[in-house]
Nanobody, 124 residues
């Protein structure tokens, strides 16, 4: 089992950047595929990015593609989400999640563990 704790959210102006962190405890991040999702009020949870457990390859959803980078530091058991050129429509709660599988990871149902989320608010 693994526990996930996100941090790094906050208020930023449009065009700014944030780096979110997801600290894992219990088992190492290399054991899992590690993903990021977001959920805005009144909307469904949306896939943002994932780093796969088998080969550490990365895959991005369309909403932030080109403006976001996911990375993993196995020594620190932490996964990061660097977000640039933020827009007001990026405002959401951002969640970190862990999955034992290595494929189909754009679907939130395939994740086994979730963090509590961190709020990101982008002002215009």
């Amino acid at each position: 089992q693994v526990q996930l704790v996100e941090s790094g959210g906050g208020l930023v102006q449009a065009g700014g950047s944030l780096r979110l962190s997801c600290a894992a405890s219990g088992r190492t991040t290399s054991t899992y595929s590690m993903g990021w999702f977001r959920q805005a009020p009144g909307k469904e949870r949306e896939f943002v990015a994932v780093v796969r457990r088998n080969d550490a390859s990365t895959y991005y959803g369309d909403s932030l593609k080109g403006r976001v980078t996911i990375s993993r530091d196995n020594g620190k058991n932490t996964v990061y989400l660097q977000m640039n050129s933020l827009k007001p429509e990026d405002t959401a709660v951002y969640y970190c999640a862990a999955a034992t599988r290595a494929y189909g990871l754009e679907k939130s149902d395939y994740y086994d563990y979730w963090g509590q989320g961190t709020q990101v608010t982008v002002s215009s």
